[in-house]
Every structure is written in C-alpha cells, then in structure tokens.
C-alpha cells in the first residue's frame, strides 16, 4: 500500500473527517477498506455498502458496515444525512464509500461517479472534511494467490479547495483525483515497480512457496532458480 505524504499528515493530524473514496473493482474491497483503516489510519471507521449486499452477508454490521439503496431517494438521503452526522459528531471519524457504486473492472474509464460523496461531504457541520481517492486493485503475479495492491492519493479539502463549489464540481474534482490515483496504480504494478508501496497484512503464503521451501530443505534447487 502507498499513502500520499499529505494524506499521512492529515491522519496524524486527527482532527479532520475523512470520506475515503475507492474504486470498487472486488468483492473483497470492503474487507481490504477495513484492513487499512485499522491497521495504518486508525480511525474510528465505518463504511457504506449497497443496501443489497448488505441484506445478503449482515456479518458486515459488525464491524461499522451500514446500507444505502440508490434506487430508493429516501433511503439514499437517509444515508447520506447519517454519514453527515457520524463525522460531523466526533473528530478523526472517517466512512469509507465506493462512490461507483457497483464493482467495476479497474481498468475501466471513465470512472462514473455517483455524487454521494459531494453530498455527504456539504452536510458536514462547518464543511470542514477531506475528500481522500483511493485506488484498489488485486493482482496475480507468480505466486498461487493474488496480491491486494491500495493506492491512497492526496486529499481533497472541501474548506480549503472546494468551499462554494456545486455538488457536481465537487464530484469532477473527486473523479479526476480518484482516476489519476488509479491510473498511477496501474502504471505501478505493470512495471513491477511497488518499492515505495509497504506490506500491511501478509497471508498464509501460496502452495508453490512452500514447495520451493521443502526443495530447497532437500539439497534440490528449483527449476529456473
């Protein structure tokens, strides 16, 4: 994962509400949002999810997960309004949202974007918040199991960049934040070049690793090693 320097000092700051804003390229984007917030922001989080989904694993609750159902006005609003509340409530609160609204290949352009953020974003007492682009994307490489790679850009500040800005302003200069992130990711990944990316959660490791390993404990050196 790679975060933005001005990001990393926002954090450290913890006075300014974040809405973190991902693409959505898996259905593992939540549980990845979660890994983040907890292990390198530590905020107090919560995360909006398609009312749908949620319905259907309500597991997520548990940890901060609540709905929205875009196809409904009301509801959509009630989500809105209660995002609002939650980080204008208390500082250093942050709601993760996947702004696309459905799982898209992260490859995809142009990102479209529903305005959610924008309008959560003007309903927080005294405007004070950040608009942060995250990019999400898993990657198989030459192991068995895939990598999670997460590019954090740098935020947007609606009191100092955005103040007077319509909904829909903001939500361009969001996209455009949101797609220089992604692209930068991609362009990262396929030249092999993640040095300035660090591991914030590693797995079980892949089949072909512990094979590897097991060979080299016999003396057997393998092919193309």
């Known amino acids: 994962m790679y975060v933005d320097p001005d990001m990393s000092r926002l954090s450290r700051n913890g006075e300014t509400p974040a809405i973190f804003c991902a693409t959505h390229s898996g259905w593992w984007d939540g549980y990845v949002a979660g890994i983040i917030n907890r292990n390198v922001f530590k905020h107090d989080g919560y995360l909006m999810m398609e009312e749908t989904s949620l319905k259907r694993y309500p597991f997520f609750t548990w940890t901060g997960v609540f709905g ?28 993760w949202i996947f702004p696309q609204g459905t799982i898209t290949h992260p490859d995809a352009r142009p990102l479209r974007l529903y305005g959610g953020a924008a309008a959560i974003a003007r309903r927080v007492k005294g405007g004070r918040v950040a608009l942060v682009p995250v990019a999400m994307r898993y990657e198989f490489g030459l192991e068995q199991a895939p990598d999670a790679f997460a590019r954090i850009g740098p935020p947007l500040r609606i009191d100092a ?31 092999g070049d993640v040095r300035a990316y660090r591991r914030i959660l590693s797995g079980r490791g892949s089949a072909n690793r512990a094979w590897d390993r097991l060979l080299r404990i016999l003396g057997v050196v393998p092919s193309g090693n």
């Not at 955005?162 to 930068?184: F, H, N, P, V, Y």
């Open 161 to 191: 960049e955005a103040g007077g800005l319509s909904s829909k302003e903001i939500t361009s200069r969001l996209e455009e934040a949101m797609l220089q992130c992604a692209d930068r990711l991609r362009e990262d990944v396929v030249a």
């Open 68 to 95: 929205v159902d875009r196809y409904d006005a009301r509801s959509a609003l009630a989500s809105v309004d209660y995002s609002a509340r939650l980080l204008s409530e208390r500082p250093g609160r942050a709601v």
